[in-house]
Nanobody
Framework: QVQLVESGGGLVQPGGSLKLSCTAS????????MGWYRQAPGKQRELVAV???????KYTDSVLGRFTISGDVAKNTVHLQMNSLKHEDTAVYYC????????????????WGQGTQVTVSS
């Protein structure tokens, strides 16, 4: 059974930075795509960024130029560097894995982490 474990969330002031990390355990299966979703209070979960084992990347428009996804997908590790954080980035951030199609098109990843809270507040 695959377990995705996130770390790095917390409280930060507007304009600040945080780095989220995710590692997987419980499987020898090599992932093809990993990514981050988030869910703000009262809103649906939304895709934030994804990265494939070949380095293809996609961001949602609202984080372009501020967030950077990286990692070694073949080793089941992914990070999300978040800069210039805004109040509207406040959400629970979830690490996910699956195929590009499941994460980006279907918006239905194969596995989810338990989530880490990011709060942007002064």
């Amino acid at each position: 059974q695959v377990q995705l474990v996130e770390s790095g969330g917390g409280l930060v002031q507007p304009g600040g930075s945080l780095k989220l990390s995710c590692t997987a355990s419980g499987s020898d299966f090599r992932f093809s795509t990993m990514g981050w979703y988030r869910q703000a209070p009262g809103k649906q979960r939304e895709l934030v960024a994804v990265i494939t084992q070949y380095g293809s990347i996609k961001y949602t428009d609202s984080v372009l130029g501020r967030f950077t996804i990286s990692g070694d997908v073949a080793k089941n590790t992914v990070h999300l560097q978040m800069n210039s954080l805004k109040h509207e980035d406040t959400a629970v951030y979830y690490c996910t894995q699956g195929s590009w199609y499941s994460l980006v098109v279907l918006r239905s990843p194969d596995d989810w982490g338990q989530g880490t809270q990011v709060t942007v507040s002064s």
